[in-house]
Every structure is written in C-alpha cells, then in structure tokens.
C-alpha cells in the first residue's frame, strides 16, 4: 500500500485472480464436507445423507419464497444449518468478498477495522472478510458477531478452527449468542467501524421498518465517527424493496445513505416500489453442490447466481457522490413525468439496475431521488449509437444524462419507459462519478 493508502499492485493482482477463480477457498469446501461428516456420523457423500441434505435445501427455499408473515426460517436441530452450508454458504461468501471489495474500491476499507456482524451464522461475513483482509499486506481486521442459534454458531465454531489462520491479519471472535433484537449493545465493543447485517433483517418477519430502524440505530450507538454500516438482502422484489423502505426509515433518523442511491434533487424517494439490485459474476458449483445435482431436479441443488441488494449509510455526511442537478438545468424531475407522456424530454438520473432486458432490447431502471413510480430506459439494441451506448456500460449507480428520450406510460405496469434511440444522447455527469482504485484508509 502506498503513502495515499492505495493498494499495492501486488494487492490489486491477489484480489484480481482472486476474484477470477469465481469459487470459494478450496480450505472452506472441504470444512463444510468435513462438518457435514461430523455432524451426522457418516460421509457427506453417503445417499442417505445426501438425500436428507437435498429435503433440507428444498424446505429452506420453501421458506424463504412465502410471504415474509408466514415464514418461520428456524436454524435449530437437524440438517438446517447443513443445508444452509451447502447451498447459502459458497454464494454468501462471495458476495461478501464483492461488497468488500466494493468498500475497498470507495475509499471505505481502514487499514485496521473492527467489524461488527449481526446476525452472523455460520459465519460467512467474518470468514470472507478475513479472506479478502488475508491479501492485504499490512491491513487487520478483529472481527465480532452476534447470533441466536446455536447449531449456527457450533458450525462457526468449526469452520474458525479448521479454515483460520492463529497469526493471520484478522481475528475472528466467537460469536455472542443472544437476539439482536433484545440484546443491549455488545458489551466492552471497542468503536465498530464496520457494522453488517447480511441477509438477516428480512428474516425479523413481523418487524415494522420503524422496528427494523430502532434495532439498526441501537447498534448504530456503538460505531465509531466515520464507521459504516452495510445492509444487504437478498435481491427478491420483497425483500429488495423493505431495504429501501428502511434505508430511507434509517436517511429520516439521522444517517446519511452513502451509496447506491444519489439524492440529486436534495429531495427524499418514494421507496415503495423501488426494486433495484446487483449481480456479480456466478460461482463454479462446488463439489458438495455437483454431488447433490447428480439427481434428477438437478437445478434444485446447484446456487451459484449472486444476486443482492445493498445499502451503506454512515453517521458522518460522506456520500459517494456529490453530484446535484445544477441549478436552472433545463431537465426534467422525474416527478413530473406524468404530465409529459409521449413527449421528448431531457433527464438526469442514477442507472440503477443491470439489464433487466435482454439482447434485443435492454432495460435499466432509472432514479433521480423524485419519481413516483418506477422509470425505465428502454434501448433497442439496434437503436445504440456511439452517442448512447453509455446507458449499457455504465456501471450501476452512474449518474447519466439522458437528452431527447421519448415517455410513454406502461399501464400494464404502471410505470414509465423513457425511449432512447438514435436520436438519444447519454453523458456521464463528470463530478465524482467514478470509483477510484481500492485504497485503505489509516
Ligand atoms: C439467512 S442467515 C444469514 C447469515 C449470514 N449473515 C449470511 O449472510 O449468510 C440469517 C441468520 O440470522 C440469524 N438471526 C435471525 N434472527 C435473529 C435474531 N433475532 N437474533 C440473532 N440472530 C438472528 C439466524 O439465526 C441466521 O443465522
């Protein structure tokens, strides 16, 4: 790392073929095979057990597609947390080396960090944190958690002996057992600079956003002056769209949401239907994830797709951009829109979404922090120029003015398409809205 807390070349290229290998650390599939086999008396690759694994998959999804209100995701006895280990754990994982990697690249990463994650099971933010930490040549990490289940925290315990390093540059504390939403704040915590729940608030199914943002502000209390606090769910219309509610919950208590959303009107969004999520590249299958397709329902058993939806918000007032529509811009606020169906009209929006089209016509979900209701470029593909191929490559979250974009209004959806085509210009807002090399802070 040099003086201006730039990775090293060196860093930049572990994590570069790291992230190629697109699979979790072999030392890691080998622990859940060898967890497995210890838990249940017999290889993991007994029919029988692989059997009672792939039930445990398919009553955990089972779950998790109900309505929130219905769903009872227990990780007590039995092969729960088995199931979770084979077919969570590898796409957890590596979406949790994304974030952080996502974190690295914002400036956000201090070259000693205490994290706190809540809700943790068997361990896979702690786990991945270390990993990424462990290609980092001079930063530490300690990391604490808290989680309720037990059978969880036994896995955890298991994977931190066989997978962790006594001299590595993270320390991973066993986790506090107790509800995150009765415990008071952990107690004897130093300052947390990185506080995490990853796809565990959606799972506090009758908790109301302003429950949700009392439990995310209690914990709120013991983060440091700049820390940070990443949420991350799974990239579900529900789930999704709670996030949003809550972030904006959590903006109207006090936090600053840092990123992905740009408030570029300085107003407050309408959540309600905001349905915007991040894909990465997928992971190899493992073996235990081979073993368990060599059936017929093959696809039942394989989860490589990583799909989320994040939000990190701060106490301080950074934002990860500082972009605002300047004042007398002849564009049009979303919020308007309604007014302008059929006409052509200039925007400035944040691409929120990847394609959600497919090759003949994409589609990207727009947000400018006023809209009403969702709004979508719509881009045949034969309609892409040099001038407005930028809405396809741009990365999410870019902030991007579209110039002569035709409105229609989509009953059947209630929602709008702005129509780009060869008449459309699309410009990069210049201010702040690139992502700069990944650094680490002292
Ligand atoms: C879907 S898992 C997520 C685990 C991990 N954070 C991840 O991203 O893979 C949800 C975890 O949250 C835990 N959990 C749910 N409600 C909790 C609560 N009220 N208190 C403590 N832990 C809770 C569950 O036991 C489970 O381990």
Redesign the pocket.
Known sequence: MNVNGNLSPNEQQRMASFFAERRIPAIFERAIEGYITKKVGKSWDNPVILERLRHAIVAQKDGYWKPSQQRRLK?TKGYSVLGYLGY?FPV?FMQTEHLVAMLARDGLLKKTMTVL?A???PG??PFAIADFYSRLDDARTTIYS????EE?IEAFKYLRDHCTKKDANTSIKLPFM????TVDPVKNLEKIDLLIF???LN??NTASPEQRADLVMKFAKQLSPDGLILIVEPAGETTSTQLRILSLTLKKRGLTIHSPCSFIWSTNCTPDRCWSFVTAPSIIPTRLMETLAACKEPFRYVNTDIKYSYVVLRKDWETWKQYRVPAGSRVLRLSQIHRHANKRVNIIAAKMSEDLGDAKTHMFLLCDGSAKKPVYAVVPSYHITMENKKIVSAPYGSILELQNVLVRYNGAHDAYNLLVNRNTGIIPTTTHNTRHEPTLKN
Do not use: F, K, P
Request: aromatic share 8%; glycine share 8%.
């Open positions: 990780y969570h957890y994650d809700g943790t099971g896979v933010v808290v989680e309720r289940s969880h107790a509800d995150i939403t990853s796809n565990v799972e506090l």
